[in-house]
Nanobody
Framework: VQLQASGGGLVQAGGSLRLSCLAY????????IAWFRQAPGKEREGVSC????????YSQESAEGRFTISRDNAKNTVYLQLNDLKPEDTAVYYC????????????????WGRGTLVTVSS
């Protein structure tokens, strides 16, 4: 079982990125896939999650309305579209897996990808 996050990069404030989380060794549509992020010197925090049933949730008020999570089951991939990025969105973004339903707790996820760095310049 592996999760590979990609799509990060350096963008200016107001720009967009699309992060991808490609699943290996399992069928991602059967699991909840979440995105977390960790900024330098801060705790890892939840950003968004999509359940096995396709329900999406957003953990950050700042993310709702700017970020969109989605799945492409044919590609076994979950995406996180980041729009109107702000310098405070700078972080390493991780995807993680747990069974069925989403959870706001990091410890509820048993598989993690390595992360992809998003840097937003002002």
């Amino acid at each position: 079982v592996q999760l590979q996050a990609s799509g990060g990069g350096l963008v200016q404030a107001g720009g967009s990125l699309r992060l991808s989380c490609l699943a290996y060794g399992f069928t991602s549509e059967h699991y909840a896939i979440a995105w977390f992020r960790q900024a330098p010197g801060k705790e890892r925090e939840g950003v968004s999650c999509i359940s096995s049933g396709g329900k999406s949730t957003y953990s950050q008020e700042s993310a709702e309305g700017r970020f969109t999570i989605s799945r492409d089951n044919a590609k076994n991939t979950v995406y996180l579209q980041l729009n109107d990025l702000k310098p405070e969105d700078t972080a390493v973004y991780y995807c993680a897996r747990r069974s069925y339903q989403c959870s706001v707790y990091k410890r509820a996820y048993n598989y993690w990808g390595r992360g992809t760095l998003v840097t937003v310049s002002s």
